[in-house]
């Protein structure tokens, strides 16, 4: 009888401790799931917070008139349209052995061909062009591509051009727009170059802007304009940053 008393003691003593380790368990798993949730939380408030930091502009440009710059039929926030002097990447250009370009000299939609690779030395971008505000176009339904074929543009062509890029290795790596407002606002040049194939169009950049996703709208103009867009911040993608600049030169 001592015997079996003895073992339904020694039972229910293995039943406290182990369910006191259980508990105990349970607790630094639920106190290291609270410590992950405030890291996660923390992390994405950090990545928010610095956004702000990726928008930038040219001191020397302007605002250009509101009739030149088309909302798209949805609600949502436009790229801001800023402009640069009249001739003022002149010399630029023709010290880099290219024809010196104003808005007035940009063609008609549709009179040249697509571009087929972007480059912007100074970010260290150069890819090939996949996903463009045309194509986006192309793939709506009519209500939504109503009076945006200004968005189908190409390089040299009155109209706004539109490239998406990632932001991470991939082949469309557009990673070093996150450091152009940098670039801008110490006073140096951006110049963008978009090959058609035929020709080489150059654009220099005038400003920079971040978006909610859930905001952006493309937006046309009546100017010959580029804006390059990559999703930010790194790791949470929920703004979109954009590079915008205008015709400057062609060779």
């Not at 790596?173 to 020709?199: K, Q, W």
């Amino acid at each position: 009888m001592e015997i079996g008393l003895d073992y339904m003691q020694m039972r229910a003593q293995a039943q406290y401790h182990g369910l006191r380790w259980a508990g105990i368990a349970l607790l630094a798993f639920g106190a290291l799931l609270v410590v992950a949730a405030l890291a996660y939380y923390g992390n994405l408030y950090w990545l928010r917070s610095n956004v702000d930091d990726y928008v930038g502009r040219r001191q020397d440009t302007t605002l250009v008139a509101a009739g030149q710059a088309l909302q798209a039929p949805r609600d949502g926030d436009i790229v801001s349209q800023l402009a640069l002097q009249p001739d003022a990447y002149a010399d630029t250009m023709a010290g880099l052995g290219f024809t010196p370009l104003s808005q007035s000299d940009a063609q008609p939609l549709g009179t040249l061909p697509p571009a087929q690779r972007v480059m912007v030395p100074e970010l260290g971008i150069s890819v090939k062009t996949s996903l463009t505000g045309g194509a986006i176009v192309a793939h709506s339904n009519a209500a939504d591509s109503d009076g945006l074929d200004i968005l189908r543009a190409n390089p040299g062509e009155r109209g706004a051009m539109w490239f998406f890029g990632e932001a991470g290795q991939r082949a469309n790596n557009f990673e070093g727009l996150t450091t152009a407002a940098d670039v801008l606002a110490g006073g140096e040049d951006i110049l963008i170059y978009v090959d058609n194939g035929s020709g080489i169009y150059v654009y220099a950049a005038t400003h920079t802007d971040v978006f909610r996703a859930s905001d952006l709208r493309l937006s046309g103009s009546e100017r010959a304009t580029i804006h390059l867009a990559v999703p930010v911040p790194s790791g949470l993608y929920d703004h979109f940053l954009i590079l915008s600049g205008e015709l400057v030169g062609m060779k």
